[in-house]
Nanobody, 116 residues
Framework: QVHVVESGGGLVQPGGSLRLSCAAS????????MAWYRQAPGNEREFVAR???????NYADSVEGRFTISRDNGRNTMYLQMNTLKPEDTAVYYC??????????WGRGTQVTVSS
């Protein structure tokens, strides 16, 4: 079993920055990829970025060049640095950890609001 907990959300003005964190605990040695998703009101949950155990990263077109995914293995924590935020980035951001058996573990999300 793996537990992931997101933090770092909040209210920020357009053009501002936030850094989200995702802390993993439990049977983390089986995790091979971690990812960020987001869901805005009335929309389906969508992919934002992912980071594999080998260090490969992928980003949604809408955040490419503005968001950066990274990890601190010593702290079992993944980050999402979000720069040049736009109102359309407003959403609940979720962390997902996936293991090699095909199980996905989701956090409860953290709210990001971009507004002046």
């Amino acid at each position: 079993q793996v537990h992931v907990v997101e933090s770092g959300g909040g209210l920020v003005q357009p053009g501002g920055s936030l850094r989200l964190s995702c802390a993993a605990s439990g049977s983390i040695f089986g995790i091979y990829v971690m990812a960020w998703y987001r869901q805005a009101p009335g929309n389906e949950r969508e992919f934002v970025a992912r980071l594999t155990i080998t260090g490969t990263t992928n980003y949604a077109d809408s955040v490419e060049g503005r968001f950066t995914i990274s990890r601190d293995n010593g702290r079992n924590t993944m980050y999402l640095q979000m720069n040049t935020l736009k109102p359309e980035d407003t959403a609940v951001y979720y962390c997902k950890a996936s293991d090699r058996r095909g199980y996905n573990y989701w956090g409860r999300g953290t709210q990001v609001t971009v507004s002046s």
